[in-house]
């Protein structure tokens, strides 16, 4: 029973900065890669980050490069998003996602897994 539940979105003013968690059940965070991608109405998705299993390596998309920072809590099987200097582009709606056992970051695959999603919404 995989698990993904986002929150912590919300509006913010440019410039501005939003954490947002992953709250993970029915695994072990520390076994799979886990990232966020995001979608914008009329824009295909767009992976933000990931972080491997071993929590050695993480991966930014240019766009969010120097602004936005992955990490995760092991003992609380939590994943985060670190967002500052938010921008009108950033906003989508951000998902949390799973790649499948032994799957690498870098792409989705077809048991890629991610929740319902948190909305983030950059407006003065």
């Known amino acids: 029973q995989v698990r993904l539940v986002e929150s912590g979105g919300g509006l913010v003013q440019p410039g501005g900065s939003l954490r947002l968690s992953c709250a993970a059940s029915?695994?072990?965070?520390?076994?799979?890669?886990i990232g966020w991608f995001r979608q914008a109405p009329g824009k295909e998705r767009e992976g933000v980050s990931c972080i491997s299993s071993s929590g050695g390596s993480t991966y930014y998309a240019d766009s969010v490069k120097g602004r936005f920072t992955i990490s995760r809590d092991n003992a609380k099987n939590t994943l985060y998003l670190q967002m500052n200097s938010l921008q009108p582009e950033d906003t989508a709606v951000y998902y949390c996602y799973r790649q499948g056992w032994g799957r690498p970051c870098g792409r989705y695959y077809v048991d890629t897994t991610w929740g319902q999603g948190t909305q983030v919404t950059v407006s003065s």
């Open positions: 029915g695994f072990r965070l520390d076994d799979y890669a």
